[in-house]
Structure formats: structure tokens, C-alpha cells
């Protein structure tokens, strides 16, 4: 009686796009190895039956190596082998390197049913396999799919009834290796084929000074459409919406509070000049809304697309190679540019793909970094909108400080922390070219789940914040912090508040500085802090989750070390 | 018949793996991807100043770093 399937496969072979075909949960799923760091479950239906479905982190054997993998090898050994199935999910164009995890689940005696996926993609790279042969051989049902456009899915669950316990004699990984020679020799045939366009651009991204020009083009290209198509959103779209056809009806809410009293200053917020102003007035009902839609979310949009589109192709293992030299110096190696990337959307998911690293020293190093140098959209949409005003350096100079502080961070923690981080050990996937449809569709579900988190917590935040103030509950905090901040980071007593608040979410905090009317330079350090010191309260829950409890201290101590050492250092040391 | 390490290895060249000179673990995290004694590699390009070796692996292109990259002994006519 099978109660259980699980989806196991090599890292890079569509697990997560099968398991969505399969049950009709939305995941996340790219061109790298290790897009999955999580266990999902979902539920399929077969024959009346409902059967649970789990999608494993993907693995090359059944031994493991980084903490992904071993989660997803751990959990498999713990169910009850007749009531588990596996699917084994087997990229058709790298058959060889496949099977060797396909024969171990085999010998080991699991309920095997192979899922021979990206068929689509083996005609034009001429690789022909005869599936009915290597069914014969391996004595399970093997099932041709292209679980991107969902072909073969449907013959995949009519078969998941058919499974029986394998049936091999256990072999040594040597032995291993050589049966799965003698299966490719009579099941694959390879045809001779000219290199096209695309194998072309693979080979120049993997060589030194191609890849590195290459690289250069598309971080400058990436950073350019980013910020064009955020601008765009904004004065196009949102801009329009807020001022045209919203501030009308605001404005006669405010009318009818009377233009005063607490729910005027909770639901609108002050006045400018007898008039509502979206980046000031501080109101549950128009600052908070202008923040969330019309600041971060077009930048959200932007990014996301734009992550997305490399993540697909397969570029950003490329990135990896580039930068392994470097991240070695600061304890890493060149995987860890995925989660700082994944860290610049946002902070959480950034931090739970570390934990593809090997090692726990690497996994710390890299939380520490990415909450303390990379700022998430939400804070970097609030720091265009502020600082871009002003020259453009103040904009850069929040990045370069960052940048700066990862390189320096990274080389202490480096030399520094007890161990070792270990090398880097990366398959490169060929670039593949996403349907538009898939495309669109994880943009639109990246997105959908920034509006669900973000949106109610904006609002009650704000909500809560304004009743603090009209009460004058920060008084007590903003008396005890008023001197350090003055004194040493030349900023206002209100901005104690801000960077209290910076705790809860960035944006908001960002927010609550626009209407203090700061200098430049005041601004510049307020969100370089923002930025540095405590991370936000979702990022703080995973920083705990993943770390425990004595590592979080400690990347809180340092976090809390370099914002009062960096804030100092910018107030004394640039002019205004 | 020459003995020599991937660094050593020149871009585009091919050889046989004869020994992963490392610890069990490493010689256990190769072998799941098919890195392993008797196999032929090609070894693609080599980023400077001890950065990965990227090799051609089957279908596979690998990128190792370079500590890593020292410790697999090939064979080369």
C-alpha cells in the first residue's frame, strides 16, 4: 500500500516543476542546481486515492554532502519502505550521471518509477534513448515527460500503481559506474552535431575573459532594466493612480474627519501645507498604501522579472565560477553568490538557500553577509525614492559602503572563525530559454507573496506607530537613544523611532524618515544604518531558525557592532 | 604515459583520472557526480589566480575549485 511518493532526483532535473505538474502546487523552480532548500508536500490524487507527495532538495547519491541533500536523504530513510514510492525524476540529456542514483534507490530496494524528464530538450542536442530497452533493463516503468509544458505527466500518474520493490544486487560505486556504461552503450545513441548559437554562449561564459566580459554586460544590463522598468511602474502607472484618482477621495475623507483629531491623525496623518502628501503625511490610509504600491512594488516587479529570467536561462551558476576566487577570500566559495542575489529581492529566502553550503561556518558567514550587506528591494526601492533626489553619489555611496562591508566582514569572519569552508564542486546547466507563460507565472506568484506578507503588516504597522506617536510612547526611547544617535551619527532625535522601527519592516522605517526633512547626508547615514543594523522581524525568524540561538547572538552582536562603527565613521567623516 | 594533477593539466587536453588523492568524503561526494578513477575528462579552462577548473565530464560540464581541482591525479599519453 503506497501512502507516501517522493520525488528524488539529481540537483537541475525539474523536481520542483514535476512535483507542480503532480499536485498543483505553485513552487519555485530555476535553472541551478538547488533551487529546493525546503521539503514540499502536496497531494495527488490516484484512482480515488489520495496519496502525499514530497518533494526532496535534489541529490547525486544517497549519501550526502551539504545539509539540502542530507535532509532529503534522511527523510526518505525514515519512511516504511512498502508504503513508500519513489520517483525518481532523471534528466534525459545527462543520462549517464542520472542513473547512478536511479540504480541505488534500486539496489536498495525502493519502489521505483523513473520520470525520464526534459525529452523535449534531447532531439536537437542529439541524444536518442530507447525508453522500452532501459525499461527492460532496469526493470521499472520508465516514463518520457517534459514537465515544463506537462507532457508525459498524465502517463507518469497512470503508471504510480505499477511500482514494485527493485530487485538488484548491491554494487560498489565502481561497479556501479561500469553498469551504467554497459546500459548507456545499449539503450542511448549519441549523433554528431555542429556547435549552434547557444553552445556557443555556453562555452564563452565558462571560460576567463569571456565569461568575465560577458558577466560585466549583464550585471550592468540587469541593474539598467531594473531601475528603468521601477521608474517607468512609477511614473507611468502608480504615480498617476495615487495622485489622479486617489488623493481625491483621501482628500475628502479628510475633509470629513474634520482635518484634525486622532483618527485624522491615524487613518490620513498631518497636513503639508492644507493638502495630503503622499510621502509625508504618515497615515494608515495614504502613506502606507503609497509606500507598499506605488514606492517598492513596481521595484519588486522589476526585479523579480528580471531574477527570474536569469535564474531560468542558467546564468547565475556562471556567476558562480566568476566570483569563486573571491567569495574564497571571505570564507565561501562561488555558490554563495546565489543566496546574497536571492537576498537582494529579499532577506528570507536569501538566507534559506544557504543552506545548499556545505558547512555550518560557511552557512553563518553568509547569513551574517547578507543581513548586514544586502539590502532588499523594499529598502532599496525607499532609498532610490529618498536619496535619488540628491546627486547620484549618495545612492552609490549606500552601495559601496555595503560592498565594502562585506569584503571587510567576510575577511575578519574569515580568518577569525574556527574551520574550514570547503571548495566548490558546481555542475554549470546549459542555458535553457523559459516559456514566456512559465516565466510570467512565478513573477506573478514571487509577487502575490510580497503583497500578501508585506502589505498587512505595512498597514498595521503603521497603524500601531501612529497611536505610539499620538500618545507619546516613544518619548521614554527616543530620551534614552536621543544622545547616542545626536552625538555619534549626527541624526535628529525623531530618527531614533525610525530605526526602531526599521526592526519591524524597512520600508516603514524608511517612511517614518521622509517627513523629518533630513540633509543628504543625514539620510545617506539613517539608511546606510537601516541597512547594516538589525535585520527586519521576518528575517530575524529565519536568522533564528537557521542559526540557533548562540550563532544569532553572535551575528547580532556583530551586526550591532559595525552599525554603531559605520555610522560614526560616515557622520565624522564626510562633509556635508 | 605522464602523471599530473588537473591544474597541471593544460585547457582543452584530455586525461584519465587515476586517483582522487583526498578523504573518503571527497572521494565519495565525486563519485555521486561520476568523478572517479578511470574515468576521461576534458578539462575546459582554468580561472587565473586559483580560481575553478571547469572540466567536461559526459555531458556535463563541472566546475571545481581549486584546492579540489589539486587533488585529481590524471594519466595522459
Redesign the interface.
Known amino acids: 500500500m503506497i501512502k507516501k511518493i517522493f520525488l528524488l532526483g539529481n540537483p537541475n532535473v525539474g523536481k520542483s516543476m514535476v512535483f507542480s505538474r503532480l499536485t498543483g502546487v505553485q513552487v519555485i523552480s530555476s535553472n541551478y542546481p538547488g533551487t529546493t532548500v525546503e521539503i514540499l508536500r502536496g497531494q495527488l490524487k490516484v484512482k480515488d486515492e489520495v496519496i502525499e507527495v514530497v518533494d526532496l532538495p535534489g541529490t547525486y547519491s544517497l549519501v550526502s554532502s551539504s545539509k539540502a541533500e542530507e535532509v532529503a536523504v534522511s527523510l526518505l530513510r525514515e519512511s516504511p519502505k512498502d508504503e513508500t514510492a519513489v520517483i525518481n525524476i532523471v534528466d534525459a540529456t545527462n543520462l549517464e550521471r542520472n542513473l547512478f542514483l536511479t540504480l541505488q534507490l534500486i539496489e536498495e530496494g525502493y519502489s521505483v518509477i523513473v520520470c525520464l524528464n526534459m525529452c523535449d530538450d534531447t532531439a536537437h542536442r542529439g541524444i536518442s534513448i530507447d525508453t522500452k530497452k532501459l525499461e527492460e533493463i532496469l526493470a521499472v516503468p520508465v516514463i518520457p515527460t517534459c514537465a515544463v509544458t506537462g507532457v508525459g505527466i498524465k502517463f507518469l500518474i497512470e503508471r504510480i500503481k505499477e511500482v514494485h520493490p527493485g530487485a538488484r544486487n548491491k554494487l560498489t560505486h565502481e561497479e556501479r559506474w561500469k553498469e551504467i556504461g554497459k546500459i548507456i552503450e545499449s539503450t542511448q545513441q549519441l549523433t554528431h552535431r555542429h556547435h549552434n548559437f547557444r553552445e556557443l554562449l555556453e562555452d564563452a561564459s565558462v571560460r576567463p575573459i569571456s565569461g568575465l566580459l560577458l558577466s560585466v554586460g549583464v550585471i550592468y544590463a540587469s541593474f539598467k532594466i531594473v531601475r528603468f522598468l521601477g521608474e517607468f511602474m512609477i511614473n507611468k502607472i502608480c504615480d498617476p493612480v495615487f495622485f489622479n484618482l486617489y488623493q481625491p477621495i483621501v482628500m475628502r475623507l479628510s475633509q470629513a474627519l474634520g482635518g484634525d483629531g486622532f483618527w485624522h491623525h491615524l487613518l490620513i496623518g498631518d497636513l503639508i501645507n492644507g493638502k495630503i502628501d503622499f510621502k509625508q503625511s504618515f497615515g494608515v490610509l495614504t502613506t502606507a498604501p503609497y509606500i507598499e504600491f506605488a514606492m517598492v512594488l513596481p521595484y519588486i516587479v522589476s526585479f523579480y522579472f528580471i531574477l527570474s529570467l536569469l535564474e531560468d536561462i542558467g546564468y547565475l551558476p556562471r556567476l558562480a565560477i566568476l566570483l569563486d576566487n573571491l567569495l574564497h577570500r571571505l570564507g565561501l566559495h562561488g555558490f554563495a553568490i546565489i543566496p546574497m542575489l536571492l537576498g537582494f529581492g529579499c532577506n528570507v529566502p536569501g538566507i534559506l538557500a544557504t543552506r545548499v553550503l556545505e558547512s555550518k561556518r560557511e552557512r553563518f558567514i553568509a547569513s551574517t553577509l547578507i543581513s548586514i550587506g544586502v539590502p532588499c528591494v523594499p529598502l532599496q526601492a525607499m532609498i532610490f525614492g529618498l536619496l535619488g533626489k540628491f546627486s547620484g553619489w549618495y545612492v552609490s555611496g549606500v552601495y559601496l559602503v555595503l560592498f565594502s562591508l562585506i569584503l571587510i566582514l567576510g575577511v575578519i569572519m574569515n580568518r577569525t572563525l574556527k574551520g574550514y569552508s570547503p571548495e566548490f564542486l558546481l555542475e554549470i546547466p546549459p542555458y535553457r530559454f523559459p516559456p514566456v507563460a512559465l516565466l510570467a507565472q512565478k513573477l506573478y506568484f514571487r509577487v502575490k507573496g510580497f503583497i500578501i506578507e508585506a502589505v498587512p503588516i505595512v498597514l498595521a504597522g503603521v497603524f500601531v506607530i501612529n497611536i505610539l506617536i499620538y500618545s507619546k510612547a516613544f518619548d521614554f526611547v527616543t530620551g534614552i537613544f536621543a544622545p547616542i544617535i545626536k552625538g555619534l551619527f549626527g541624526l535628529p532625535k525623531e530618527a531614533v523611532v525610525a530605526l526602531v522601527i526599521g526592526f519591524l519592516r524597512k520600508d516603514v522605517a524608511v517612511g517614518l524618515l521622509m517627513p523629518l526633512g533630513l540633509t543628504a547626508k543625514q539620510l545617506f547615514i539613517s539608511a546606510t544604518l537601516l541597512a547594516v543594523s538589525f535585520p527586519c522581524i521576518a528575517t530575524f525568524v529565519i536568522l533564528l531558525k537557521e542559526l540557533g540561538v548562540k550563532d544569532l547572538i553572535k551575528a547580532m552582536l556583530i551586526m550591532i557592532t559595525v552599525a554603531i562603527v559605520v555610522g560614526t565613521i560616515l557622520n565624522f567623516g564626510i562633509m556635508s | 604515459m605522464k602523471k599530473l594533477s588537473l591544474i597541471q593539466l593544460k585547457a582543452g587536453r584530455k586525461g584519465k583520472i587515476v586517483e582522487i588523492s583526498g578523504g573518503a568524503?571527497l572521494q565519495?561526494?565525486?563519485?555521486?557526480?561520476?568523478i572517479?578513477?578511470?574515468?576521461e575528462i576534458m578539462k575546459?579552462?582554468?580561472?587565473?589566480?586559483?580560481?575553478?577548473v571547469?572540466i567536461k565530464?559526459?555531458?556535463?560540464?563541472?566546475?571545481?575549485?581549486?584546492?579540489?581541482a589539486a587533488k585529481v591525479i590524471l594519466e595522459t599519453e
Open positions: 568524503a565519495h561526494r565525486m563519485m555521486g557526480m561520476g572517479y578513477p578511470g574515468k575546459y579552462s582554468h580561472f587565473g589566480l586559483r580560481g575553478p571547469m565530464l559526459g555531458r556535463s560540464v563541472i566546475a571545481l575549485g581549486h584546492g579540489m
